[in-house]
């Protein structure tokens, strides 16, 4: 598995003494280099996800995700990304007996972040409704106390963005947030199947945002706790 890291080239941006000092004040305060954050961009190689005609989700969360990326590694944050390129962590799998590609995957994911260990664990995902009408982002969170609480900044930050007043909601269901000991939350960034939310999902523009909106989250969820 191919792992964005703190040597990632292009990766870190150049700073003046005046904003590195500013930065490194930023830095103490949030507790960088002591929280591991693992961005996990949805699916990917033959598991596309969900679609709208060519458009799939696996090439969106990997935009988003890289995005994303950048956006922590510029603040100083301890960040990983558990892909760049299209392909399913499933292919290295080779440990776990199942004849299931997609249960392979979610363990190849889920082992990645117990093995680092990351504090933090952020899946990017898009959503996708039989009504073109149903829009915006949803923040899915594990059942418990700090999962909750970066859903929630997450959620904030993302509904001023979209213009919506959605509640994150626990994702009980789903296997990271069941297996993942991790604070880890789920980030539905908006449905395919809207024609409004595709426009933003399929532009850089609208990643960008996107992507800032979900580090901007993970900052005053940090400044919290």
């Given amino acids: 598995m191919l792992l964005l ?3 990632y080239a292009g990766a870190e941006p150049v700073h003046s003494t005046q904003e590195q000092q500013h930065n490194d004040e930023q830095h103490h305060m949030l507790g960088h280099g002591h929280r591991m954050i693992l961005i996990d961009a949805g699916h ?55 004849s299931s590609r997609h249960l ?43 999962s909750f609480m970066l859903a929630k900044s997450i959620q904030s930050q993302l509904n001023h963005l979209y213009g919506t007043q959605t509640d994150s909601r626990p994702g009980k269901p789903f296997y990271l947030l069941n297996k993942i000991t991790a604070t880890t939350v789920i980030v539905e960034a908006g449905f395919i199947s809207s024609p409004t939310d595709r426009a933003k999902l399929c532009s850089p523009a609208g990643q960008q945002e996107i992507a800032e909106a979900v580090a901007n989250g993970i900052a005053a969820y940090l400044m919290e706790v």
């Fill in 44 to 98: 990917g190689g033959v598991d596309g996800g969900t679609s709208h005609g060519k458009i799939l989700e696996k090439d969106i969360t990997l935009d988003i995700s890289r995005k994303l990326f950048l956006l922590l590694r510029s603040d100083g944050f301890d960040a990983i990304l558990n892909r760049n390129g299209d392909y399913a962590p499933s292919e290295e799998n080779h440990w776990l007996r199942s």
């Fill in 5 to 7: 890291t703190p040597g």
């Fill in 104 to 146: 392979r995957d979610l363990a190849q994911r889920k082992e990645l972040a117990e093995t680092l260990p990351a504090n933090i664990v952020v899946s990017i995902h898009i959503n996708w409704a039989s009504s073109p009408s149903k829009h915006g982002p949803l923040v899915l969170y594990r059942q418990e106390g700090r």
